[in-house]
Nanobody
Framework: QVKLVESGGGLVQPGGSLRLSCAAS????????MGWYRQAPGKQRDLVAQ???????DYADSVEGRFTISRDIGANSVTLQMNSLKPEDTAVYFC??????????WGQGTQVTVSS
């Protein structure tokens, strides 16, 4: 079992920045990838950004150039740096970890609200 704990959400004005972190603990062997997803009210959960065990990254078109995902191997954590935030970035952000043997885990989510 793997436990993922997110932190760093909150309220920010348009144009501001937030930094989300996701810390993994437990049976974290066989790491494949970790990503951030978001879900706004009444909408599906969509991929925001992900990073693989090889360090390759992938971003949604809507956040490309504004968000940066990075991984701290020693700390078993992933960070999402969000800059130039827009009201449409408002959502609950979830961390997802993918490990060997098809194991997939989700964090509990953290609220990000972009509003003046």
């Amino acid at each position: 079992q793997v436990k993922l704990v997110e932190s760093g959400g909150g309220l920010v004005q348009p144009g501001g920045s937030l930094r989300l972190s996701c810390a993994a603990s437990g049976s974290i062997f066989g790491f494949n990838a970790m990503g951030w997803y978001r879900q706004a009210p009444g909408k599906q959960r969509d991929l925001v950004a992900q990073i693989t065990s090889l360090g390759s990254t992938d971003y949604a078109d809507s956040v490309e150039g504004r968000f940066t995902i990075s991984r701290d191997i020693g700390a078993n954590s992933v960070t999402l740096q969000m800059n130039s935030l827009k009201p449409e970035d408002t959502a609950v952000y979830f961390c997802k970890g993918v490990y060997s043997r098809g194991r997939t885990y989700w964090g509990q989510g953290t609220q990000v609200t972009v509003s003046s």
